[in-house]
């Protein structure tokens, strides 16, 4: 399912027109995205969590040349299934 679908889903089941429903699915993403930006974490209770978790410098290798490379520490978003949706899915 991509984003179009999502939003034609959305709008089905909600009764919404298609712009109401890409209005709220665009607010709810970037609610998201504001709030990891701010090292936050977003809990939907029964979907799951999601947060920002950190990733160490570390060497790599540039396949092409066997080369070492610096890779730099950054911030990673990561979502943790919550049980409703583990026992949606199995």
Do not use: C, Q, Y
């Amino acid at each position: 399912m991509n984003k179009t679908e999502l939003i034609e889903h959305i709008a089905k089941t909600a009764d919404i027109s298609k712009a109401a429903a890409t209005r709220s699915l665009d607010a709810m993403i970037g609610a998201v995205k504001v709030t990891l930006k701010k090292n936050g974490t977003v809990t939907l209770v029964g979907f799951g969590t999601f947060s920002v978790g950190k990733r160490a410098a570390r060497v790599g290798r540039n396949p092409r040349t066997g080369e070492a490379i610096k890779i730099k520490a950054a911030k990673v978003p990561k979502f943790k299934p919550g049980k409703g949706l583990k026992d949606a899915v199995n």
